[in-house]
């Protein structure tokens, strides 16, 4: 199946409706998996599957057209915009988890390509309250470069680190892939509702986003082809973020799979997108694109649905939650051991502990059995297993990763020892320590262990303690 260029009509007043349908995916969408944007590498599956878990979705738009799936090819040089919203506490109907902004963690995209794995050299931005097809709804132009507009921008070519992956063999078939971001500390404050104030405006309550493609052509084809998707008729508007319940898409999924796909129709999402060339701003002439297509710059659409295709392209956000409002979530578990001395060693955390590694973050542990020698670990799944004849468990699975030995202090015959570690210090001190690197939304497990030669086991665990990384 080749990858078709699509003769395009401008979204005007009246709508244009002379668009032919985009090519059909005939293909699985296949997940290629999570990417860590901060250290240019791939996710191991199980610890994707904890940021997945510990991200909230606030914007999902994947559901495709009950009609069938299709993609639409970029030119080389051209960038597509595309709109959507994430509510504010001051909407009337927002969910009960929604906030006023939120620390962007993670964003997915999803193509179709013949060009080969490792030359997808593809640019993404972000923006909070911005133009583009919004112009004819009260949104105001934008001017100068779209870095300079954006609030958060990726660059995914080789020389950022991180061609997208392609086709591991290209030639006469396509392969369509799903890519998740975790942005690791590169997450981006997002304003909810465009300026974090419901106005009951489009242009104003919603954000922008881009993506423009310097790939290079596979003639007679494009190098990347966005994949279509949002679907009112699958999905409730705002389905499968926050609490809103996902639609089922059975398209193309069900032909690969046991089972429809869970998706989303993305609130605020409009049946229009925007084509600009070459980073020309709206409404002028001219750029150096070498590949315009037909139609120039303006709005779009595949002719109105529920009759066609909605004119929108595949994204979901993940958030970490409000900008300002990371506290590491601690949550204590398990049964600590009592000492010989009667101690039972209890543990909590002060500060934050985020992957930038900035700012003391304290694991604590209060209660232990004096001067005696110990230490804290973690690792990343939890586990409740008798500790032998003792009294404590073992709550944390191996592999597990020590911290330094440390003595308690603390005065014989009363339980004031106490052992603590700066844990952001410590990531940035061992960045091959299990779990690295880490990301925004994992979550890791503490206990600590020590010396108590009168005890059956000759040693005690504390209770354990739970955290999940900041931005």
């Not at 510990?54 to 069938?68: E, I, K, R």
């Not at 993609?71 to 001051?90: L, N």
């Not at 949002?230 to 690969?256: K, R, V």
């Amino acid at each position: 199946m080749s990858v078709l260029i699509l003769a395009l009509a401008p979204f005007a007043a009246p709508f244009q409706q002379a668009l032919p349908s985009g090519a059909p995916i005939t293909a699985e969408i296949v997940d290629a998996g999570v990417f860590n944007w901060s250290t240019k590498s791939w996710v191991p599956p199980h610890r994707a599957a904890q940021l997945r878990a510990a991200s909230t979705t606030v914007y999902n738009n994947t559901c495709t057209y009950t009609g069938g799936n299709s993609f639409d090819a970029i030119g080389t040089c051209v960038t597509y915009f595309d709109e959507g919203r994430i509510p504010s506490s001051t909407d009337p109907a927002a969910p009960a988890a929604a906030t006023d902004d939120n620390r962007i963690d993670s964003f997915q995209i999803a193509y179709c390509t013949r060009t080969a794995n490792g030359l997808i050299d593809v640019k993404v931005g972000f923006y909070a309250n911005w133009g583009g097809c919004m112009q004819g709804l009260g949104g105001t132009p934008w001017s100068g470069s779209l870095q300079a507009n954006a609030t958060a921008y990726f660059d995914f070519g080789a020389a950022a680190g991180f061609p997208l992956p392609g086709d591991p063999v290209p030639g006469g078939g396509y392969q369509c892939n799903k890519v998740t971001i975790a942005l690791g500390n590169a997450a981006f404050c997002m304003p909810s509702d465009g300026d974090g104030v419901f106005d009951n405006v489009a242009a104003s309550d919603t954000f922008a986003w881009s993506l423009e493609s310097n790939t290079p052509a596979n003639p007679p084809t494009e190098g990347i082809s966005l994949i279509r998707a949002g679907e009112p008729s699958l999905s409730q508007p705002g389905g499968c973020t926050y609490n809103i319940p996902c639609g089922s898409d059975p398209t193309p999924w069900g032909a690969f799979g046991p089972a429809p796909q869970s998706c989303g129709h993305g609130l605020g999402t409009q049946d229009r997108w925007w084509q600009n060339i070459d980073g020309v701003p709206w409404g002028q002439a001219g750029g150096t694109c070498a590949t315009v297509p037909g139609g120039g710059g303006g709005c779009y659409w595949f002719g109105g649905n529920p009759g066609n295709p909605f004119a929108s392209y595949w994204l979901v956000l993940g958030s970490a939650g409000s900008c300002a409002g990371c506290t590491g979530s601690p949550t204590t578990y398990c049964t600590a051991g009592t000492s010989s001395g009667g101690c039972s060693a209890t543990m909590g955390m002060t500060g934050q502990p985020n992957v930038s590694s900035t700012g003391p973050c304290n694991i604590t542990v209060s209660n232990v059995e004096p001067q005696k020698a110990g230490l804290i670990f973690y690792g990343l799944t939890q586990v409740a297993v008798q500790w032998g004849p003792s009294t404590s468990f073992l709550c944390v699975k191996s592999p597990t990763q020590r911290t330094l030995s440390q003595n308690s202090g603390g005065t014989p015959g009363q339980c004031n020892g106490t052992f603590s570690t700066n844990i952001n210090q410590f990531f940035a001190a061992n960045p091959t320590a299990i779990g690295q690197p880490l990301f925004a939304g994992e979550v890791l497990h503490f206990q600590a262990w020590y010396r108590d030669p009168p005890s059956p086991k000759t040693t005690n665990l504390s209770d354990a303690l739970s955290i999940t990384m900041c931005p």
